[in-house]
């Protein structure tokens, strides 16, 4: 993170940026959180992002912190405080602090609202898409609400960390035979056709915000999106494999489980892709 | 929690008793927990949790936060320091502080430990067991590796609160047409034979500390121990139902979704069970 965070109400120096250890976000993963990417000082799909957060939140029953345009003030001062124009902002709301017990507590509780920056290089994540990543694939062993973004976050952080020992950047999860999507990504695949396809939305995936915006884009381009689970083999047989999220915007796979994607180079259609996306994000 | 905590090293009054944002157990629900019963200044069970506590730390890849006889220093301190003599000691090992990324941080970071007590009536539990507990049904939601004892803890959190709005204290959790366990403690069946049913260790459940002591003094007290699943048809019909875990030692259930349990009062092979297992427990 930056220099200066968010904290219930205060900017604070990282060194200070602390929570109490009965935050329910502490003992019972009890909270949500959204990442949003700015670049050259403006936020890219913040509504979406904020309406997913809204979304999130009362699939919990967690208050909203705050207002929108009260977020929206955070948001910006957060940038201004650390002097950052391209950012990954991160921001999280728990159900707040009360002693350690299951149950919700009194009504009384005022959510937590944490919220940070950190720098983001724009022109080094456009270097990584020109030569693609690589992912490995893991059984789908979260919970069964992965449509709600919350900090339950364990199962994830196991895959993303079973692809960092393969050299991988990315686990996809497999569960019953398909594709859900990435431990912290959206799954995509070109079929023979020049078609592509992602999963759909529903309790088995995140409504990934980017994903949204690159069903929009693909629209515009006039290419064919057809939201239905795939199998591996699917993937494997694909002309083209991408991932999408906040943090990759359109980011090209070159390999999965260590079998090449195509030829192993990035294909035309996640570049065409991702570049309607920066336009898009830019302009909205 | 009582007024001091063992917070990285430090005792700290509750006031003060913060950790950092970007502790991986904040973000990521990345960490474990226990949760020790003190009665009259004795741990019971202690090696027991403090076994299972280094298991859940060797599932996850966490480094042990110190030595077993360093970990029982502190749980004796804070109890001095508390002036309590029956207490319920929680204990949290996180994967510590680092900026926020989904994959293990660097190997130099330290794991957090976190300790807190609370003033625990065993008067007042014994009072509970003697009218004993309502129940409700969920369906079990979790992720495939409950037998970790993480902080991932939202499912059962929003189980739990599900009993609470039924005016019951525990959900126990549907899979696959049987109950797992309840959404923080094991679930018990007495069939007509006077057997005692509980689901076997494995993934789908948390191997309960109280349930292995229950176990070893049902047979002493020559009960049959089936391990094995049960379904909701069989808990209905069951002769008594209790729930084990350490914050309720053995608990008769009367009643499970507003149906009665036999005539709807506790039944004697819990009322016994639970004798027994205090004085196994005191005398361990």
Same mark, same amino acid.
């Given at each position: 993170?930056?220099?200066?965070?968010?904290?219930?109400?205060?900017?604070?120096?990282?060194?200070?940026?602390?929570?109490?250890?009965?935050?329910?976000?502490?003992?019972?993963?009890?909270?949500?959180?959204?990442?949003?990417?700015?670049?050259?000082?403006?936020?890219?799909?913040?509504?979406?992002?904020?309406? #997913?957060?809204?979304?999130?939140?009362?699939?919990?029953?967690?208050?909203?912190?705050?207002?929108?345009?009260?977020?929206?003030?955070?948001?910006?001062?957060?940038?201004?405080?650390?002097?950052?124009?391209?950012?990954?902002?991160?921001?999280?709301?728990?159900?707040?602090?009360?002693?350690?017990?299951?149950?919700?507590?009194?009504?009384?509780?005022?959510?937590?609202?944490?919220?940070?920056?950190?720098?983001?290089?724009?022109?080094?994540?456009?270097?990584?898409?020109?030569?693609?990543?690589?992912?490995?694939? !893991?059984?789908?062993?979260?919970?069964?609400?992965?449509?709600?973004?919350?900090?339950?976050?364990?199962?994830?952080?196991?895959?993303? !960390?079973?692809?960092?020992?393969?050299?991988?950047?990315?686990?996809?999860?497999?569960?019953?035979?398909?594709?859900?999507?990435?431990?912290?990504?959206?799954?995509?695949?070109?079929?023979?056709?020049?078609?592509?396809?992602?999963?759909?939305?529903?309790?088995?995936?995140?409504?990934?915000?980017?994903?949204?915006?690159?069903?929009?884009?693909?629209?515009?381009?006039?290419?064919?999106?057809? $939201?239905?689970?795939?199998?591996?083999?699917?993937?494997? !047989?694909?002309?083209?494999?991408?991932?999408?999220?906040?943090?990759?915007?359109?980011?090209?796979?070159?390999?999965?489980?260590?079998?090449?994607?195509?030829?192993?180079?990035?294909?035309?259609?996640?570049? !065409?892709? #991702?570049?309607?996306?920066? $336009?898009?994000?830019?302009?909205?």
């Amino acid at each position: 993170m930056a220099g200066i965070a968010y904290v219930n109400g205060a900017y604070l120096r990282s060194s200070n940026a602390q929570v109490h250890i009965e935050d329910r976000g502490y003992q019972f993963a009890d909270g949500i959180y959204e990442v949003c990417l700015v670049i050259d000082g403006r936020y890219w799909d913040a509504e979406g992002h904020l309406d #997913r957060m809204d979304r999130s939140l009362k699939e919990l029953g967690i208050r909203q912190p705050m207002s929108r345009a009260s977020l929206r003030t955070v948001m910006a001062e957060l940038l201004t405080r650390n002097r950052l124009k391209d950012a990954l902002v991160y921001m999280q709301v728990t159900r707040g602090v009360a002693p350690r017990n299951h149950p919700f507590p009194a009504a009384g509780v005022t959510p937590a609202l944490v919220m940070t920056a950190r720098r983001f290089n724009l022109d080094d994540n456009d270097a990584r898409a020109k030569k693609g990543v690589k992912i490995i694939t !893991q059984p789908d062993i979260r919970w069964a609400r992965v449509d709600i973004k919350s900090i339950s976050l364990l199962p994830n952080v196991l895959a993303k !960390q079973a692809a960092v020992e393969a050299n991988a950047v990315e686990s996809w999860l497999i569960k019953d035979g398909k594709v859900t999507e990435g431990s912290s990504s959206n799954a995509w695949i070109v079929d023979d056709t020049g078609a592509i396809i992602t999963h759909p939305k529903g309790r088995e995936i995140l409504g990934g915000i980017t994903r949204e915006t690159a069903i929009a884009c693909a629209r515009d381009l006039q290419i064919r999106v057809e $939201e239905r689970p795939f199998t591996l083999a699917e993937a494997a !047989q694909a002309k083209e494999v991408f991932i999408t999220a906040a943090t990759v915007l359109v980011m090209p796979v070159i390999a999965i489980d260590g079998q090449k994607v195509g030829d192993g180079a990035p294909g035309p259609i996640a570049a !065409q892709l #991702r570049e309607a996306y920066k $336009e898009r994000a830019r302009s909205a």
